[in-house]
């Protein structure tokens, strides 16, 4: 994975998405994306799949635990500077993976990944929770 100094990858750069589609959040998050102008350039696997294409370089229990990004040059990107390598392949979130990719920013950033991570499961529960018990019961 390369150093976290400043990313300064071009727009078109991303080319591999590799993310937790049994995640509820993951998944949601992913969709977004996957609806932005610019993601039809970019293939996004979904590694919770048993069948999902790997890369040498990259097991399903590596990717199952952080989000990655594989560039046209074969460079992985995870955590915080895969997110940053994917908005700047993204024309309306280019902004913020110029503002991200700056190495302060970008350090803050994978700080703040790396301390949610052991959460996201029970955020996800909580979060879906609360949806559900949001939602209007359907009219007798």
């Avoid at 750069?13 to 995640?23: E, K, L, N, Q, R």
């Avoid at 503002?99 to 350090?107: E, I, K, N, P, S």
Wanted: charged fraction near 20%; proline fraction near 5%.
């Amino acid at each position: 994975m390369k150093n976290m100094n400043q990313i300064t990858t071009p727009p078109q750069a991303c080319s591999t998405v590799y993310f937790d589609g049994s995640c509820p959040l993951c998944s949601i998050e992913i969709a977004h994306y996957q609806a932005c102008l610019g993601a039809q350039d970019i293939a996004f696997v979904d590694v919770s799949d048993a069948g999902a294409s790997m890369a040498a370089d990259l097991d399903r229990a590596q990717a199952m635990a952080r989000f990655h990004v594989r560039l046209p040059d074969g460079s992985l990107q995870s955590g915080a500077a895969g997110f940053v390598a994917l908005w700047l392949a993204l024309p309306r979130w280019r902004w913020l993976g110029r503002l991200a990719g700056h190495r302060r920013v970008l350090l803050v950033l994978e700080r703040l990944y790396v301390l949610f991570l052991p959460w996201r499961a029970r955020i996800a529960r909580l979060v879906f929770r609360q949806a559900r018990s949001a939602r209007p019961s359907s009219a007798l």
